[in-house]
């Protein structure tokens, strides 16, 4: 038996608004992100691990706005990425490398979940989201797992140089 007392059985009062920050925050400003120059197939651009990472790692920064994206949260799916790169080239041949790929792929894959589980929980934001799981979506091999981890290794140097 609901009724129209705030707090009463069946009333959620202050819940947060559909789509919004709910009734406690101002709207953050919105930063876009375009994660098209980011491609891990060869041949890689040559401004790849340089001005490219930059440009986004700084983007990503403006975006987190003091709030999200803080670097020890970055830096939890960098060594994550480090950890599977490094699993799978401690192959010493090419064909082990290779089917030691087959076999943590769905794992490096599931970074995607791990992002967007972030996200939800506000510890990064949209625009880390798009670029990790752009990143992630491109690794096909050990050699673009290899692309991928320097990569982060540049965004992250970049990344930690625009918190000071």
């Known amino acids: 038996m609901a009724t129209n007392q705030p707090g009463a059985y069946g009333q959620r009062p202050n819940a947060p608004r559909p789509g919004g920050y709910g009734n406690d925050r101002q709207d953050a400003p919105r930063v876009t992100i375009s994660v098209t120059d980011v491609k891990l197939v060869k041949p890689l651009a040559e401004e790849l691990f340089a001005s490219i990472a930059s440009e986004k790692a700084e983007k990503v920064f403006q975006a987190g706005n003091g709030r999200n994206n803080k670097s020890t949260q970055l830096r939890k799916f960098y060594d994550e990425l480090v950890m599977w790169f490094e699993k799978v080239h401690l192959e010493r041949t090419k064909e082990a490398k290779a089917s030691k790929y087959t076999e943590v792929a769905p794992f490096i894959k599931m970074m995607i979940a791990k992002v967007a589980?972030?996200?939800?929980?506000?510890?990064?934001?949209?625009?880390?989201?798009?670029?990790?799981?752009?990143?992630?979506?491109?690794?096909?091999?050990?050699?673009?797992?290899?692309?991928?981890?320097?990569?982060?290794?540049?965004?992250m140097g970049f990344y930690k140089a625009q918190e000071k």
């Open 117 to 155: 589980y972030a996200k939800g929980r506000e510890h990064v934001d949209e625009c880390f989201e798009q670029l990790f799981s752009h990143l992630i979506r491109q690794i096909t091999d050990a050699d673009s797992l290899k692309h991928a981890k320097l990569f982060m290794e540049a965004f």
